[in-house]
């Protein structure tokens, strides 16, 4: 590992002025010049260049499993125990195209438990309850409105 002169001039205790960015071409430490149990330490962060990794271990990392059921559906979402992050998730994709839900506006089907984006759901405008494309009816050219199938006008 190479050290500035600064460095090495710290580590070994000498005096004076020493440039930061000069790199140090060899350096020694004469050890009569510590007096006798004296122990002199330097912190040492080195670059990537010199980091090796020298073997890798496998680690337990434990996980939890949650799973949500509504209708015949099931979705499952895992997280690490310890940090909470996300491992696994089933809310994160639409069941209608298999996009991903990048801002999160899914909504689940009353009818058949489906999850669904803003473009493959809307909302009954008589009870409120939200649908997939497959489950609700769209009346009117211009101000369209969404129905259920309860609530359609015939």
Known sequence: M???LEQAAKWMGASGSFDATAV???Y??????LKNGEVRSMILRPSISHVRIV??????????TASFMYKDRTYVRKLQAASNH???????YCN????HLSDGGAQLCVECGSL???NHSDVCVTCGKSFCVDHIVTR???LKKHYCGEHTPS
Do not use: M, W, Y
Request: negative net charge; charged residues 20%.
């Open 2 to 4: 190479k050290l500035t």
């Open 24 to 26: 140090a071409a060899g």
């Open 28 to 33: 020694s430490i004469d050890t009569r010049t």
């Open 55 to 64: 073997s890798v271990k496998h680690a337990n990392v434990p996980l939890v």
């Open 86 to 92: 996300i491992v696994a998730d089933d809310f994160v």
């Open 96 to 99: 209608v195209d298999g996009q």
């Open 116 to 118: 669904a984006c803003e």
């Open 140 to 142: 009117g050219l211009i």
